[in-house]
């Protein structure tokens, strides 16, 4: 809740006129509770989780053959029943670990002071900010996953998440409820480090959500501007941990790939690639 009652002395305590973006904020957030605020994200990770895999879903279904090209694993076919019994699953998940955790955590973001007052941050600010979480979350999930490879945590937990060989969209959060609060953990340690304003945060779970969902796609395009991003994995990369399943010790990263290569994590992946480009290189002479 904001310390403000109106806009007037809003713009007095910060010795200037609101900005748009200002005037808004002060307008949704002055009389809601930091409380509730904070419980928007929870709100966000359901929708930005149900509406972002829309568009595979489609292309799933259709798979004409412009589609089918750029399909990591072709042969593997996902009916709207597959992937609505995945989507029903998750939602389950969702109600018994991920809400209880987000109202669970609240002191926790008081405690670490995440604002919600004015002024709101900047550009500049919110994009770095982004760019340290997402390098936080990739490291930590980095070693969580790899111990999650390890074989009590495979057998007790992990194994739910391998049960999709071949990823799909709404797959990206299908996992055992003690690993959402495992990985969960990894995704809360930037805010918990760098603590910055409550749009920040939101910000922060809906793109992870978003990565996640592209990650579990199953397709591969080579148009796609998450490319220039540099060591960014995306979907081809997590596919491949997917593919080899259960016994992989390869491609534990989440987002990135220079853990895997720096920590040698990666060689059967960098094997295949090199094998394909070879085999290709054959069919073509």
Known sequence: MLPYQT????????????????????????R??????????????LVFYTITPLPYVIMELLRTKKIEKFKLQPNVKNSLADMLDCYKKVMYSFLIAVVP??????????????RTSLPLPSSSEIFWQLLVYFVIEDYANYWLHRMLHQKWGYEKIHRVHHEYTAPIVFAA????????IILGFA????PLLVPGHMITFWLWF???QMEAVETHSGYD???????????YG??????????????SQSNFASVFTYCDYIYGTDKGYRYMKEFGKTKEKLKQK
């Open 187 to 190: 995704s809360f340690l930037g």
């Open 206 to 208: 809906i793109l992870r």
């Open 32 to 45: 809601k509770s930091d409380y509730i605020l904070y419980c928007h994200n929870t709100l966000f990770l």
């Open 173 to 180: 959060p299908y996992a055992h409820w003690a690993e959402i």
């Open 221 to 231: 395009f080579p148009w796609s501007p998450l490319k220039f991003i540099p060591f």
């Open 7 to 30: 806009l007037e002395e809003a713009a007095a305590s910060l010795g200037r006129n609101l900005t748009l973006a200002e005037t808004l904020w002060f307008k949704y957030s002055a």
């Open 101 to 114: 955790l987000q109202i669970l955590s609240y002191p926790t973001v008081k405690m670490i002071r995440i």
């Open 234 to 247: 995306g979907a081809v990369f997590h596919d491949y941990h997917h593919f080899v399943g259960g016994k």
